[in-house]
């Protein structure tokens, strides 16, 4: 398939990189009407001077686009049932299961903002957990996004209870759900459309994800 | 009284389950344990966070029901499929069902979901009407519970919810065409 031209709008290596995608996305320079005004909202809601990448995936699809800001505004962005910190594990591990670079390398970048040190950011990135900046109740979290990600039809009620046996709510384990099927669908996104690390960190996903819980 | 309710295992998280925010889908439970009636049990997941809900009402709306490139009946068969290949149980025979509809074809639906290759979805694509079709599902739930047109199989339950609810689990944002009359009784 033919890949479209983008210039890559990385929030900081807009000048110097362009990228080719699988299917054609909505440049900054390109955009119209509501989709303008949904840019022009999200650079100023954020205060970052372009939009990234994954978010032009869903400008084809304008009403779509409105959603898509949205949603993880006020999933992810945000302090809720879990922390920020957690929730920004949870998609870096869960772009790692998934093989995404492009939500790998953004979400390991949110996650260094909230105090994650290399070590961490390395342990989610290539799925060794046994590491001393993650707890055993996050490990035990995390085992969970890695059976909801792999195998969700095979979560159980003992899943929930072992998750409640060290202290996770289950609005935490609904709240950790929901983020990891999120990103399910920007990871599927992202790699369907051809989105590249934006290398902001030198991470690789590769191998992560053994498919063993 | 509808008398096809079917008791429901109770969910994993059931501090979920029982607390419900005051939003349509509470109500739409209250109504169902009022009544006696059936409903979609991925409500409890929608009632307990109204705000999210909303969110995630909306995006399916947008990606299911507004217009698009793809006929509604094309999108509910991918999602069923999807629903499949997820082994997710629930979502595979709600939208199956709702691609039924759409579609005029339970077994096409069927034999997508069993096996892709073999199925008769090709023969579908070169012209025959039902994959291009547009129409609103609401409006070919022709049949009331009292006669539920030709007797469902694999997707009974389903289809059951469907025609007596009128509403699939996210579609309230655009509720169905209610002056729509079952053609055998008229109600």
């Not at chain 1, 670079?101 to 290539?126: I, V």
């Not at chain 2, 009636?37 to 997941?45: F, N, P």
Request: net charge neutral; with cysteine; aromatic share 6%.
């Amino acid at each position: 398939m033919k890949k479209s031209q983008d210039s890559a709008s990385t929030g900081n290596d807009r000048a110097i990189t362009r990228i080719v995608t699988n299917l054609p996305i909505v440049q900054e320079d390109a955009a119209t009407d509501s989709v303008a005004r949904s840019y022009a909202n999200y650079r100023e809601r954020f205060g970052r001077p372009d939009v990234p990448s994954i978010l032009k995936c869903f400008a084809t699809h304008p009403p779509l686009l409105e959603q898509m800001i949205a949603l993880p505004s006020n999933l992810l962005f945000n302090e809720g049932h879990l922390p920020r910190r957690v929730k920004e594990m949870i998609a870096t591990y869960v772009s790692a299961l998934n093989d995404c670079p492009y939500c790998l390398d953004s979400h390991a970048s949110f996650l260094r903002t909230q105090g994650g040190s290399d070590e961490l950011l390395t342990a989610l990135s290539n799925g060794k957990l046994e590491v001393p900046s993650i707890s055993a109740k996050e490990r035990q979290l995390l085992s969970f996004v890695r059976k909801v990600t792999n195998e969700s039809y095979k979560v159980t009620p003992d899943d929930i209870r072992e998750l409640n046996d060290v202290d996770w709510t289950q609005l935490q384990i609904a709240e950790a759900t929901h983020i990891t099927a999120l990103f399910a669908f920007f990871n599927r996104v992202a790699n369907t459309f051809g989105l590249p690390s934006q290398h902001r960190l030198d991470l690789d996903p590769a191998s992560t994800n053994s498919k063993d819980n | 009284m509808n008398t096809l309710k079917v008791a429901q295992k109770p969910m994993y998280l059931r501090e979920v389950e029982e607390n419900p925010k005051p939003c349509v889908y509470r109500d739409l439970l209250e109504n169902a344990e009022t009544s006696g009636g059936d409903y979609w049990q991925i409500w409890h997941l929608l009632a307990f966070d109204p705000e999210a809900a909303h969110h995630l009402a909306a995006l399916s709306h947008t990606l299911m029901h507004k217009p698009s490139p793809l006929s509604s009946g094309l999108r509910e068969l991918i999602a069923a499929y999807t629903s499949s290949l997820n082994n997710c149980e629930f979502c595979m025979k709600a939208h199956a069902a709702v691609a039924s509809q759409l579609l005029g074809d339970e077994a096409l639906v069927w034999s997508v979901i069993d096996n892709l290759e073999t199925s008769t979805l090709g023969h579908k694509r070169e012209g025959a009407p039902p994959l291009r079709a547009e129409s609103h599902f609401g409006a070919s739930l022709n049949h009331c519970s009292r006669h539920p047109g030709p007797q469902p199989g694999r997707l009974g339950r389903c289809l059951h919810l469907l025609r007596n609810l009128r509403l699939c689990p996210f579609q309230l944002l655009q509720p169905l065409d209610l002056r729509q009359r079952c053609p055998s009784c008229k109600r």
